[in-house]
């Protein structure tokens, strides 16, 4: 399967814990995105790395979380210290360094913070 | 800022009926226009796109039209399959956003036989 792929599919853990998650994209694309999504609405915007360099991040994005694409691969996403209000599906994606918007995602990995 | 408003789900309805789901942009500029699907227990994919207005984005009997002057995407399919069951994500990108989309909380769809 040559799609995005996300490590782990669902996270449980309890409040105060660190955390993290693993995105692979599709090997060709330079663009990768996180995004979060909750129960009853659309994805939202996290942050987005074109190669290594990490170009933009939501206000969404508190200190306590923190992404890297170190390779230009790969990305992982950490979330510091986890509050019942981080539960979500955190969602990852990836394009083509061209600018057509189109977005390709993996599967998710849902969190959910006792 | 930039927005997208679907209407709100869920929607249900019988095999072979028609089929509209509307959604409504605010933007800023002149964005590219999308319309995702989620299948149960699937990642979102994307079902068509039209970059700009007057465009026709059209696949798997889905159709949509870029309407600039009334900032409208609406969703159509003349005939449902139960297989289009799940959830569609109206969403826009601005080109000078670098592929970053602003997303529609998505309408739930399910055709019954």
């Known amino acids: 399967d040559t799609g995005v792929s996300q490590d782990p599919r669902h996270k449980i853990t309890k409040r105060g814990q660190n955390v993290t998650f693993r995105c692979d994209p599709i090997?060709?694309?330079?663009?990768l995105y996180w995004y979060r999504q909750t129960l009853g609405q659309g994805p939202e915007f996290l942050t987005y790395?074109?190669?290594?360099?990490?170009?933009?991040k939501s206000r969404l994005l508190s200190d306590r979380f923190s992404a890297e694409r170190p390779k230009g691969s790969f990305s992982t996403l950490e979330i510091q210290r986890t509050e019942q209000g981080d539960s979500a599906m955190y969602l990852c994606?990836?394009?083509?360094?061209?600018?057509?918007?189109?977005?390709?995602f993996g599967e998710g990995s849902r969190l959910t913070v006792l | 800022g930039d927005s997208v408003t679907q209407m709100e789900g869920p929607v249900t309805l019988s095999e072979e009926a028609f089929l509209t789901i509307n959604c409504t942009y605010t933007?800023?500029?002149?964005?590219?226009l999308f319309w995702y699907v989620q299948y149960p227990g699937e990642g979102l994919q994307l079902l068509l796109k039209?970059?700009?207005?007057?465009d026709k984005g059209s696949n798997k009997g889905f159709e949509a039209t870029y309407r600039k002057e009334t900032t409208s995407f609406h969703l159509e399919k003349g005939s449902v399959q139960v297989s289009d069951s799940a959830v569609y994500f109206c969403?826009?990108?601005?080109?000078?956003?670098?592929?970053?989309?602003?997303f529609g909380d998505g309408t739930t769809l399910t055709v019954k036989p």
């Open positions: 933007a800023t500029g002149y964005p590219s």
């Open positions: 994606a990836s394009s083509l360094d061209v600018d057509t918007g189109e977005l390709f």
């Open positions: 039209a970059t700009k207005a007057d």
């Open positions: 790395f074109q190669n290594e360099a990490q170009l933009e």
């Open positions: 090997s060709e694309h330079n663009r």
């Open positions: 969403a826009l990108s601005l080109n000078t956003n670098a592929g970053k989309s602003t």
